[in-house]
């Protein structure tokens, strides 16, 4: 079951699990944690090559104009390079000290696979069935029965399932950590209040 319920540090959790973050391989606590998350299949990584416009260990910091741009520059098939702070072209771009990053894209399917997966890991869990794309109908094992649903993900019946039924429902929230979070809810309440 721990397999599931990682014990990572939560404030780290936070920092990794938004799309497009970026991370050095050189901080290896993060790169840990993302690795964790893939397993998981929370999210997928892709590496990215990149020079820096302005860095003191290459051949070409002296060069006039390079000065401190803050630039980075991706590798890709193509043979020009240019800097898209500065616009400068950077010439033999193969002498300039490389970096590598992971950067994150989360997986919208891997994660309700996820949610699916760590429901049936629990100790009360009977049995986890799948009754829509991001809602779950759980058989527990003194013989209830529970709705679960991601609502920022969920279709519109499953969305408000626990507020005009009598079937328990537990909402879980997964959504972009940089939204607000209890918007589908919030909505939801509201109609539920203008139709009393
Ligand atoms: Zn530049």
Redesign the pocket.
């Known amino acids: 079951m721990l397999r599931f319920f990682p014990e990572k540090d939560k404030n780290l959790a936070r920092r990794i699990l938004r799309d497009g973050m970026c991370f050095s391989v050189e901080d290896r606590e993060a790169v840990n944690a993302l690795r964790c998350f893939e397993e998981l299949g929370i999210l997928t990584s892709l590496e990215r090559v990149y020079v820096k416009?302005?860095n003191e260990n290459d051949p070409d910091f002296s060069t006039p104009g390079?000065?401190n741009?803050?630039?980075e520059?991706s590798f890709h098939g193509n043979n020009e390079y240019y800097?898209?702070?500065?616009?400068?072209p950077?010439g033999a771009i193969e002498q300039k000290q490389r970096f590598l990053e992971y950067r994150v894209s989360l997986n919208i399917d891997g994660i309700a696979q996820y949610i699916k997966n760590a429901l049936q890991a629990l100790a009360s869990t009977e049995v986890v069935e799948q009754v829509s794309l991001f809602a779950f109908r759980v058989a527990i094992r003194n013989g209830y029965s529970l709705r679960v649903v991601i609502p920022n993900y969920a279709d519109a019946r499953n969305q408000s399932i626990g507020l005009f039924f009598a079937e328990p429902a537990l909402y879980i929230i997964s959504s972009p950590i940089y939204e607000t979070v209890k918007t589908v809810l919030a909505v939801c309440r509201r109609e539920v209040r203008a139709g009393w």
């Open positions: 416009c302005s390079v000065g741009c803050i630039g520059i800097c898209p702070e500065c616009g400068r950077i």
